[in-house]
């Protein structure tokens, strides 16, 4: 079992909740890692946001999101939870979706039930595919994956399109297919979340999207905890918080044309060279005659 599966294992088993913050390249994985956090979650929206930037309908492919893991995996062991859409298509899609991202690097998948172009789970205008396809998506994923430690995440979307009892009756069908974790997004009330927790927190670990300006019922991972909720998705904090910032550098730069007077304190070269780990790269070199 490779290193990364092992850790992830290890969050699962132990008491309390696993707080996954979204990253969706290298230096946001050195920023997440850094900060302590045991799992990343690589964010389908995250890489279409800060790579390609659109919105998250659909439009990043599998590639795409298989060379963000191979790059983060350059730089790091951390446990990554990867956003697969929907596998990227139908049940043979998926098949390869899997062999591709598992050799890449992926700890676990997060498969969805949308139908194909998919769109972030909280906006409206989603569809979803007969439950039975999803099944049968599930079955693939299982066959193809080459290890049991690379686990499938199953989320479904079924509650705001054909509401909460669908979308129960799907969750216990996914878990009967095999999946590792639950995932029912965009619960509408507590009380949902409740019922939730009480079918399902005691037979596998159940995932939760704390999405700034979604639709949650709570706001916390420690709500989440006490809810018996076992991971806790954070898909866009970092860009969420980097945006307004960015804006803001930059009108300042278009307004008074240098940096050093902006009202808030600027990182320099040598405070990110010394977060990439330019120094242990840099000796590194020296061992092989190189500068």
């Keep these: 079992m490779l290193k990364h599966s092992i850790q992830l294992q290890q969050a699962l088993a132990k008491p309390g909740i696993i707080k996954a913050p979204g990253i969706f390249d290298g230096l946001s994985a050195r920023l997440v890692e850094q900060a302590g956090f045991d799992v990343g979650f690589v964010s389908g929206a995250g890489i279409a946001f800060s790579r390609f930037g659109v919105p998250d309908i659909g439009l990043v492919t599998m590639t795409e ?29 998926t098949q390869r979706t899997v062999k591709v991202l598992e050799r890449a690097g992926a700890s676990a998948m997060q498969m969805e039930d949308q139908v194909m172009p998919k769109r972030c789970g909280h906006m409206r205008g989603k569809n979803v595919v007969p439950a039975a396809e999803m099944v049968g998506k599930i079955h693939s994923f299982l066959d193809a994956r080459e290890s049991e430690s690379t686990l499938l995440v199953a989320r479904t979307d079924a509650l705001g399109v054909n509401g909460f009892d669908d979308a129960m009756e799907r ?70 918080a980097f945006v307004p910032k960015a804006q803001e550098l930059l009108r300042h730069i278009q307004q008074t044309g240098d940096t050093r007077s902006f009202n808030q304190a600027l990182m320099d070269l040598n405070q990110i060279n010394a977060i990439l780990g330019a120094d242990s790269l840099l000796e590194q070199a020296k061992k092989y005659g190189s500068n």
Excluded: C
């Design 65 to 93: 999101v298989a060379n963000t893991i191979e790059l983060i995996r350059e730089i790091t062991e951390l446990p990554l939870i990867v956003d697969i859409d929907t596998g990227f298509g139908n049940a043979l899609n």
């Design 171 to 240: 969750a216990r069908l996914y878990l009967k297919a095999g999946a590792d974790l639950l995932f029912i997004e965009a619960p509408q009330t507590l009380e949902q979340m409740q019922i939730i927790a009480r079918e399902f927190g005691a037979k596998v670990p159940l995932v939760h999207n704390l999405v700034e300006g979604g639709a949650s019922p709570v706001a916390s991972s420690n709500e989440l905890a006490e809810l018996g909720y076992k991971i806790a998705l954070y898909p866009v904090a970092l860009l969420h």
